[in-house]
């Protein structure tokens, strides 16, 4: 019967490391375009709890034209913070077809608490938000303001 108890306990934790580390419950992000004043963003698209949770956290490094849009059902505040995130971003907020806001060069923090990161609140309520590299949207003029056009492959 103590058998019994531990290969259920083992059996548990087996299963829960497993899906901490993505197994049933990963899927694959979706690819999709974003173009800002004629600047093209090929991207990963984040639409679901699961996705938008990991984000870009663990990663190393994006690529200059590379980023991650966040999509929600509709616009409401959005609320964004840099939990596991290995590098600086540029956070881009958007809604009805435009930049809403921009936070330039979020920073990692590595080693902070949960409770004591960073929070980067959208300006306005925002349907989509666009992680790119850090420096990129200074780098391109991207403005507060300017057209986006979302396209999902």
């Known amino acids: 019967m103590k058998y019994l108890i531990w290969v259920i306990i083992l ?9 901490y580390k993505g197994g049933w419950t990963k899927s694959e992000y979706k690819k999709g ?15 679901n709890t699961l996705q938008r949770t990991k984000g870009l956290s663990g990663r190393e490094q994006i690529g200059p034209d590379e980023g991650m849009l966040f ?14 995130m290995l590098m600086p ?30 929070q980067y609140q959208s300006p306005q309520p925002v ?15 991207i403005q507060i303001g300017d057209e986006v056009d979302i396209r999902f492959k």
């Open 11 to 19: 059996g548990i934790l087996g299963g829960a490391f497993f899906i």
């Open 33 to 47: 375009a974003v173009i800002i004043e004629g600047n093209k963003f090929e991207v990963e698209i984040a639409d």
């Open 71 to 84: 999509v929600f059902g509709s616009p409401l505040p959005r609320t964004f913070w840099m939990k596991d």
């Open 89 to 118: 971003i540029d956070i881009l907020w958007i809604n009805d077809g435009k930049i809403v806001g921009i936070e330039n060069n979020a920073l990692p923090e590595l080693g902070v608490s949960s409770i004591k990161l960073k």
């Open 127 to 141: 349907k989509y938000v666009l992680e790119i590299a850090a420096g990129r949207a200074n780098e391109l003029g």
